[in-house]
């Protein structure tokens, strides 16, 4: 029996998680697994009527799940910032998931913005790490609305951090088992520092996975090769700050925000699960939205339950969705509703 933590959250997050949850159930009953959901309404209605983000006894009680499913955080009368860093970033660091885990996988051909790219070229993984790096918080104002102000903001990585982000991703490159290539993204040119400790960790546990061939590219170089030549790469593994901005670019490629869905891992504790796109508010309430990335993300959520066959038959039915009967990934252009298209997914699953 599972016991899953539901935020449906802000904007469209609630319209797709309906359909993740629909397909849910599906897979429930196909591959015989148990589950029950809880419901939380943590996000922008619950801070505009109560000034309350997260609690610490909010995090207490989500300790007690087996995974978290996210719909969306972020809502337009809210200031920026508050939710991102009173909901998301406090579940990530509160729970450890110090592991944010992308595919990029293209589904087909007609939604690649590139030319002449096949579903073979652009399929990898990013292994951003997510508990550290600049997203830690940490800086300070020197005088402040001065014409001497300056504004510092830190990067800061530990040799744990580093190291238990690198070697998951030597292990999940293992057990992928595609090329078996682990490129190492980064910046060691500039950012002497943190960048000098992260290829002495990558090359030090290199030394364990002889199995594994490796490589470095710098952040700007990665983002042109994703463009250029996605089909060199396997498995990425990089900081919080970059990963963010290339799983974005990868989003992109694979199709667009609609079908990307992304996992914050504790690969020993409560793992959350979500789709990238954001809320969206401006689509809100009108049944248009893409729900494939919700869906994809409750797939990647059972994979790590263990279900793995059940996650498979949920990846497979969006693959058949998405190439026999979309006309385009992007809201309000696919041929189908919101609700159409996890109806859809159900009847091929």
Not at 106 to 125: G, R, W
Not at 315 to 332: Q, R
Request: net charge neutral; glycine share 10%.
């Amino acid at each position: 029996m599972y016991k899953i933590a539901v935020i449906p959250g802000d904007g469209t997050g609630p319209e797709v998680i309906n359909e993740g949850l629909k397909v849910l159930k599906a897979a429930g009953k196909k591959f015989k697994f148990k589950y029950e959901t809880t419901m939380f309404d943590f996000g922008g209605e619950r801070y505009l009527k109560t000034g309350k983000t997260l609690e610490d006894q909010d995090i207490e009680e989500l300790k007690k799940y087996s995974a978290i499913y996210l719909g969306a955080i972020g809502h337009p009368s809210v200031k920026p910032g508050i939710l991102e860093t009173g909901v998301l970033l406090k579940l990530r660091f509160s729970l450890d998931q110090y592991i944010n885990l992308r595919p990029v996988k293209l589904y087909s051909s007609d939604f690649c913005p590139l030319k002449d790219k096949k579903p073979e070229d652009i399929d990898f993984v990013v292994v951003r790490e997510n508990s550290e790096g600049l997203y830690k918080g940490m800086g300070e104002f020197k005088d402040k609305d001065t014409l001497n102000e300056v504004a510092i903001q830190i990067s800061y990585n530990t040799r744990k951090g580093v190291e238990r982000c690198i070697r998951y991703a030597f292990e999940y490159c293992r057990k992928r088992n595609r090329k078996n290539k682990l490129t190492l993204c980064g910046k060691t040119n500039v950012l002497t520092y943190a960048w000098d400790l992260w290829q002495r960790v990558f090359n030090e546990v290199a030394k364990e996975y002889p199995d594994v061939t490796t490589d470095y590219a710098h952040v700007d170089a990665t983002t042109m090769w994703f463009v250029k030549n996605p089909e060199w790469f396997d498995v990425i593994v990089t900081d919080n700050m970059f990963g963010d901005i290339i799983t974005d670019l990868g989003a992109m490629i694979q199709g667009g925000m609609g079908i990307a869905a992304g996992g914050n891992i504790n690969p020993k504790g409560v793992s959350m699960f979500e789709p990238i796109g954001g809320s969206a508010p401006k689509y809100t309430g009108q049944n248009v939205i893409n729900p494939m990335a919700a869906i994809c993300a409750a797939g990647m959520m059972l994979e790590n339950l263990g279900e793995e066959k059940a996650a498979q038959a949920v990846e497979d039915a969006v693959i058949t969705v998405a190439t026999k009967k979309l006309k385009s990934l992007a809201a309000g252009k696919m041929g189908y509703s919101t609700t159409e298209i996890g109806d859809l997914v159900v009847k091929y699953l």
